[in-house]
């Protein structure tokens, strides 16, 4: 293996980059080359709006919100009927009660999610905080009054399951449905 000779080789420290021939634009230091035309940085901001592909979003969001009725169902029948410790129902004791209480929690967050896709600058950042705030809400809702300390508990840790399954499979639901603009065209 021969080495080329002093000065060709790229990885040489001593070699130094050939000068910007005059009337060349130079390379603001700390930004990147980019292609697009200077006055695409100034487009109005519906250019850079993100949109949903309702078909498949709705499809998700269904899915959603048949998990969610599923996950209030099974904690209901477990606890209520399995171990004997009523859960503070949302809408009374019933085990159809709970199913029906995390469909419409369900239902409501993808509702909120597709709205805050066209008004808010973050989406995801604000669905979760939202969705994080209303689950505690809910979760802290049993101890008010004066409730037996089990079945409280077991009604929050509903709640929080709820919260935690909406979030995630909404978010995991707009990942991929999801539109991003085109860019601008260039000249």
Partial sequence: MSLPPHGD???????R????????????????????????????ATRGRLGLDLRRYWVGAVATVVVCALV???????????????LLGPLGDSTAG??????????LAAAVLQLLVVVAPQP???FGWLV???TVILA?????????????LLTALVWVLLGVAASSMLSAVLGRTLVRPAPPATR
């Fill in 140 to 152: 802290v809702t049993p101890f008010t009054g004066d409730p037996e300390p089990v079945p409280a």
């Fill in 72 to 86: 209030g169902l099974a904690a209901s029948v477990i606890f209520d009927q399995a171990f004997d410790v009523g």
């Fill in 9 to 15: 080789d790229p990885r040489d420290p001593t070699v």
């Fill in 98 to 107: 709970w199913a029906l209480a995390g469909a419409l929690f369900a239902l």
């Fill in 124 to 126: 995801r950042m604000f």
């Fill in 17 to 44: 980059p050939a000068a910007v021939p005059p009337g060349d634009p130079v390379q603001p230091p700390g930004t990147l080359p980019t292609s697009e035309p200077a006055e695409a940085w100034d487009a109005p």
């Fill in 132 to 134: 994080g705030v209303v």
